[in-house]
T-cell receptor
Framework: DVKVTQSSRYLVKRTGEKVFLECVQDMDHENMFWYRQDPGLGLRLIYFSYDVKMKEKGDIPEGYSVSREKKERFSLILESASTNQTSMYLC??????????FGSGTRLTVV | TQLLEQSPQFLSIQEGENLTVYCNSSSVFSSLQWYRQEPGEGPVLLVTVVTGGEVKKLKRLTFQFGDARKDSSLHITAAQPGDTGLYLCAGSSNTGKLIFGQGTTLQVKP
């Protein structure tokens, strides 16, 4: 089974801090995704990557950036955290037209 | 813009009842997936349907893809408290990304 590991389950950060969320997959999947999940809004795509060093903006990229230096690792960066970025962040991986495998999520609170 | 509308958003039923969750769009999807998410965890893939009219069964869960590949349904027979969770449908868009519905929160009371 594909395993997707997110580095932290819970994070509390201060407004203005730079925040790194890490995601590692243990299969050779090309595609990796970062979503945020908020009540009533569902899952919204922030960024995705189809290959090493490649990145594409999703639906809500503002305030975020990503890094994919190795195939198995996809990092989400909040350049200057704000309270409206308090959310559940989900990393996912997939291959071709099949389903996604999600990590357990990181619940980020910005105070 | 491709959108998926899920209904109902919330469902609270007694153990043993049947229920159906709907996922509708005006767009055609190449495939559609259903996920289940428990509190504090990421969504877990239940099934992928690809062919129009396709029906798949997973124990007490029956998934159907509409003939025109624009809609899908999830039917649960004799719901159990263990079925409680958030159910999400997701369609593969024409750009290759997954588009998610807003989700259906199901509570099954013993």
């Amino acid at each position: 089974d594909v395993k997707v590991t997110q580095s932290s389950r819970y994070l509390v950060k201060r407004t203005g801090e730079k925040v790194f969320l890490e995601c590692v997959q243990d299969m050779d999947h090309e595609n990796m995704f970062w979503y945020r999940q908020d009540p009533g809004l569902g899952l919204r795509l922030i960024y995705f990557s189809y290959d090493v060093k490649m990145k594409e903006k999703g639906d809500i990229p503002e305030g975020y950036s990503v890094s994919r230096e190795k195939k198995e690792r996809f990092s989400l960066i909040l350049e200057s955290a704000s309270t409206n970025q308090t959310s559940m962040y989900l990393c996912a991986t997939g291959s071709g037209g099949g389903g996604y495998t999600f990590g357990s999520g990181t619940r980020l609170t910005v105070v | 813009t491709q959108l998926l509308e899920q209904s109902p958003q919330f469902l609270s039923i007694q153990e043993g009842e049947n229920l159906t969750v709907y996922c509708n769009s005006s767009s055609v999807f190449s495939s559609l997936q259903w996920y289940r998410q428990e509190p504090g965890e990421g969504p877990v893939l239940l099934v992928t349907v690809v062919t129009g009219g396709e029906v798949k069964k997973l124990k007490r869960l029956t998934f159907q893809f509409g003939d025109a590949r624009k809609d899908s349904s999830l039917h649960i027979t004799a719901a159990q408290p263990g079925d409680t969770g958030l159910y999400l449908c997701a369609g593969s868009s024409n750009t290759g990304k997954l588009i998610f519905g807003q989700g259906t929160t199901l509570q099954v009371k013993p």
